[in-house]
Nanobody, 122 residues
């Protein structure tokens, strides 16, 4: 699966951005999709995840401000970011996790987009 993230940019604190992640193939059956971010000098962290059933979970730092969604018909995942803060400044990556079975073993495959930079000015 190839992922193309877009929608980053420069925004003032309190503003909004919507990130998009377009997949190269159908995401209908992909159960684990998410957005991660890596701020300056920080470790990569989970921002939000969404399952194929539409269940979501968020990092505490973004709850109530960010909304993750997916459009299976367009093979695209989104991250709506409102009330942005300077601490949200980071490179945002989209990711999907696929699982394959071989015999008794189960293998995990993680795919990442190239990242899109979000800069929030104070």
């Amino acid at each position: 699966v190839q992922l193309q993230a877009s929608g980053g940019g420069l925004v003032q604190a309190g503003g909004s951005l919507r990130l998009s992640c377009a997949a190269s193939e159908s995401i209908f059956s992909i159960d684990d999709m998410g957005w991660y971010r890596q701020g300056p000098g920080k470790e990569r962290e989970l921002v939000a995840r969404i399952t194929s059933a539409g269940s979501t979970n968020y990092a505490d730092s973004v709850k109530g401000r960010f909304t993750i969604s997916r459009d299976n018909a367009k093979n695209t995942m989104y991250l709506q970011m409102n009330s942005l803060k300077p601490e949200d400044t980071a490179v945002y990556y989209c990711s999907v996790t696929l699982w394959t079975n071989k015999g008794w073993n189960r293998y995990r495959h993680d795919y990442w987009g190239q990242g899109t930079l979000v800069t929030v000015s104070s």
